[in-house]
């Protein structure tokens, strides 16, 4: 199964409807606090998303690989140094690779009060661009005028553009 399914409409708009808007995303966090297979305060990017979506509602079988794409995706941003800091109210906090700062800014988003709602998308490297054969993350928060207080992460994951073989 290639990326295709994970950077379909149908995909997006499953995953974006736990995270976005605001009360979908108060919905989402009281089903985690409520679930036994999860612990918000240490939550990692990937652990929620079978929670919040049963397999059987997961377009075209794709929640049959998951764990393995989620876990590709971890392994290379993890070997990725990082150097941005978490968000514009906490520039101390500079994660030490690009895993960790995916795992905080999702933590932060589920763990603030209130929520903070994600928009994700999921994208795939031209064979042009640079390390096109890696995961890429890019994290972006939007802020309410000239507040340091996020409103809202658009994060986008970027898988390569030729997985590696099973």
């Not at 808007?21 to 612990?39: G, R």
């Not at 928060?141 to 340091?148: L, P, V």
Request: glycine share 4%.
């Amino acid at each position: 199964m290639g990326m295709r399914v994970y950077t379909g409409k149908p995909f997006k708009d499953l995953m974006n409807g736990n995270y976005y808007p605001l009360e979908n995303m108060k919905k989402s966090v009281k089903k985690l606090k409520a679930s036994e297979n999860i612990h918000l305060p240490t939550l990692e990017y990937g652990q929620y998303h079978l929670i919040l979506t049963p397999k059987s509602k997961w377009p075209q079988g794709s929640a049959k690989h998951w764990q393995k794409e989620k876990g590709r995706a971890r392994v290379d941003l993890t070997s990725q140094p990082n150097t941005t800091p978490l968000s514009k109210d906490e520039p101390d906090v500079i994660p030490l690779t690009r895993c960790a700062l995916l795992d905080a800014c999702v933590r932060k988003c589920f763990n603030s009060e209130p929520p903070i709602p994600m928009k994700t998308n999921i994208i795939t490297h031209a064979s042009t661009d640079r390390n096109a054969d890696r995961h890429e993350i890019r994290l972006e928060w939007e802020y309410e005028g000239d507040s340091k207080t996020p409103k809202l992460l658009y994060l986008t994951m970027v898988c390569p553009h030729k997985p590696p073989k099973s």
